[in-house]
T-cell receptor
């Protein structure tokens, strides 16, 4: 089963408008973290925002905010006031914090990504 | 400060050859990760190190893939008898610790092409 699902292969938004990129996840762990990364055409992965499973408030970082709905297991990224430079691939990722034998799981599991195109 | 660096940035090799990909993490980061990203896909986990030891190598596809981090800093991913299916971008990341909330910072990747 997919641990991270991003159902929107591509999204289009007008410059200065807001856009929501969807992400749902699947885990049985109580402790986990959700991350969003941006990957421009140049290829580097740029960290945007983090939400912990125990965080009661939605994370915000500048124009980025995370709409975290724990019961629905969704962690949607909201980008406000879109800019042309926001055009890129966006990945949602999860890190599970299950403690097994004293070792935390360190890896990130990524979704398939959403290509965002911002129109002038 | 300096971010994660990876060398080479591009590598073209022939099927059956051996390749080494190098990753230099952010100074002071104890955890180092290798991922592989195929075209149009999200990165897939290969292996991660905590210090010098491989804490989880469950993502290595087969025994042709091996990685080391002998001094707890620089890591090398080694691929023997390369196959065309190994062509991908190999990404390295590092984080201060392996705690759930720790951000992984990625390098620019090595684009491997096996002819």
């Amino acid at each position: 089963a997919q641990k991270i699902t991003q159902t929107q292969p591509g999204m289009f938004v007008q410059e200065k408008e807001a856009v929501t990129l969807d992400c749902t996840y699947d885990t049985s762990d109580q402790s986990y973290g959700l991350f969003w990364y941006k990957q421009p055409s140049s290829g580097e992965m740029i960290f945007l925002i983090y939400q912990g499973s125990y965080d009661e408030q939605n994370a915000t970082e500048g124009r980025y905010s995370l709409n975290f709905q724990k019961a629905r297991k969704s962690a949607n990224l909201v980008i406000s006031a879109s800019q042309l430079g926001d055009s890129a691939m966006y990945f949602c990722a999860m890190r599970e914090g299950h403690i097994a034998g004293g070792t935390s799981y360190g890896k990130l599991t990524f979704g398939q990504g959403t290509i965002l195109t911002v129109h002038p | 400060g300096a971010g994660v660096s990876q060398t080479p940035s591009n590598k073209v090799t022939e099927k059956g050859k051996y390749v080494e990909l190098r990753c230099d993490p952010i100074s002071g980061h104890t955890a180092l990760y290798w991922y592989r990203q195929s075209l149009g896909q999200g990165p897939e986990f290969l292996i991660y190190f905590q210090g010098t030891g491989a804490a989880d190598d469950s993502g290595l596809p087969n025994d042709r893939f091996f990685a080391v981090r002998p001094e707890g800093s620089v890591s090398t991913l080694k691929i023997q008898r390369t196959e065309r299916g190994d062509s991908a971008v190999y990404l390295c990341a590092s984080s201060l610790t392996v705690a759930v909330q720790e951000t992984q910072y990625f390098g620019p990747g090595t684009r491997l092409l096996v002819l």
